[in-house]
Nanobody, 124 residues
C-alpha cells in the first residue's frame, strides 16, 4: 500500500500560481503511475494530469494544457503539480493518486491509493 500526502493548496487570485506536492511512502515507486484529480463542490471528481514514474510519460486534461505541469522527484518520492494562470474554475479539492499501470491514467479506477486532498481556491 502506498501512502500519499498532498500539500501546497491555498487561496490565490486569478492569474496566480501554486505548486502542489504529493509525498509518497510505503512502497517502491519506480513502476507506479501518479495522477492528480480534482473535485469541485457539487461536481464529480475529474482527472487533471498523470505521470508515469518509470519513463516520464505524461497526460493532461485539455483544460489544463499549457497551464499545469506535472513532474516528479525520485529522490524525494514526490510528485508535483505546478499550476499557473489559475482561474476561478480551478477551485477544487485536489487529490493525488497512485496506480500500478499506465493504461488509462485518466480513469479514477486505475488508481488504488489516494491522498486526503488539498484545497485550492482561486478568487476572481
Amino acid at each position: 500500500q502506498v501512502q500519499l500526502v498532498e500539500s501546497g493548496g491555498g487561496l490565490v487570485q486569478a492569474g496566480d500560481s501554486l505548486r502542489l506536492s504529493c509525498a509518497a511512502s510505503g512502497r517502491t515507486f519506480s513502476s507506479y503511475v501518479m495522477g492528480w484529480f480534482r473535485q469541485a463542490p457539487g461536481k464529480e471528481r475529474e482527472f487533471v494530469a498523470a505521470i508515469n514514474w518509470s519513463d516520464d510519460s505524461t497526460s493532461y486534461r485539455d483544460f489544463v494544457k499549457g497551464r499545469f505541469t506535472i513532474s516528479r522527484d525520485n529522490a524525494k518520492n514526490t510528485v508535483y503539480l505546478q499550476m499557473n494562470s489559475l482561474k476561478p474554475e480551478d477551485t477544487a479539492v485536489y487529490y493525488c493518486a497512485a496506480g500500478p499501470t499506465w493504461g488509462r491514467p485518466w480513469r479514477a479506477n486505475s488508481y488504488g491509493s489516494w491522498g486526503q486532498g488539498t484545497q485550492v481556491t482561486v478568487s476572481s
